[in-house]
């Protein structure tokens, strides 16, 4: 797996380095932490935990939309994804994650997670489901664009995993 780390995870080592001192079992679960919550932020890491790292776009619901209103365009489409983990806006259209798995079964429980939570909020993302993948994406046909209400799914399955 090759990811970066998080910058407090860098600087933690840093510090560690140039002092050359004893780590603590503070410092050490505090390493352990950062490591963890870059590594659930990224899609891998013990699920459990990702609890800690989830906008505050997963406590609401997503909203129909009856049409005749526009997609959301720059700012607001910046702010948005601003709170939402790894999830690309493409031309400003929709919006497309991955997630990674290390076998079938995985994934598999996963896409029925998110398609059982899509039903209940009644918004439906495209899932294309692959051996160790699944890739998502998201948008309001009834307008062929973006709204809040697609940014609020794309929270809510990140907190599938």
């Known amino acids: 797996m090759n990811v970066s780390m998080a910058p407090e995870l860098e600087k933690f080592i840093t510090e560690t380095r140039q002092s050359d001192k004893y780590i603590s079992a503070e410092a ?53 994804q601003a ?10 259209h929709h919006l497309e994650k991955t997630y990674k798995f290390p076998d079938f079964r995985q994934a598999l429980d996963f896409t029925v997670r998110v398609g059982e939570m899509a039903e209940q909020q009644g918004h439906h993302p495209d899932i294309y489901l692959a051996w160790g993948r699944v890739e998502i994406k998201i948008w309001t046909h009834k307008i062929d664009g973006l709204t809040e209400s697609d940014f609020i799914l794309a929270a809510k399955i990140d907190q599938q995993l």
């Open 28 to 80: 050490t679960l505090r390493f352990k932490f950062f490591h963890e919550r870059d590594l659930v932020c990224r899609g891998y890491g013990h699920p459990s935990r990702r609890k800690y790292f989830m906008s505050e776009l997963v406590d609401k619901t997503c909203m129909p939309c009856r049409g005749g209103v526009p997609p959301l365009k720059g700012e607001a489409l910046t702010r948005l």
């Open 83 to 92: 709170q939402l983990d790894n999830w690309e806006v493409v031309d400003e």
